[in-house]
């Protein structure tokens, strides 16, 4: 996402002001050890945004809105009713129309 490519951005500029050389080709640096700990760094942050979307992704599939007033969803689109009231009907709500919602 855009949110993760900037924060990635963010410690890579960080990275840079601190004295790691970052180039076009490549990661290099003389001091082996400062190149080293860059690397577990850059790994971390790689495991972070990875357990980051796929907390989004799971946070997303559990995440319901229901609502009975017509008012709420005024303006929505039919095709958008017709998915949430078929998505209603497979989450167990039998009563489900787009028409009258769940």
Do not use: C
Not at 11 to 34: C, K, S, T, V
Not at 71 to 80: A, Q, T
């Amino acid at each position: 996402t855009e949110a993760q490519r900037r924060a990635a951005a963010f410690q890579m500029i960080m990275f840079e002001q601190n004295g790691i050389n970052l180039q076009h080709n490549g990661i290099y640096r003389d001091d082996p050890e400062a190149f080293l700990e860059m690397n577990k760094v850059h790994a971390a942050i790689f495991n972070l945004t990875t357990l980051w979307g796929e907390n989004l992704r799971t946070d997303r599939q559990r995440r319901v809105h229901l609502t009975r007033k017509p008012e709420d969803i005024e303006g929505v689109p039919s095709w958008i009713l017709r998915d949430a009231a078929e998505l209603a009907l497979a989450s167990g709500y039998s009563k489900a129309t787009p028409e009258k919602g769940p």
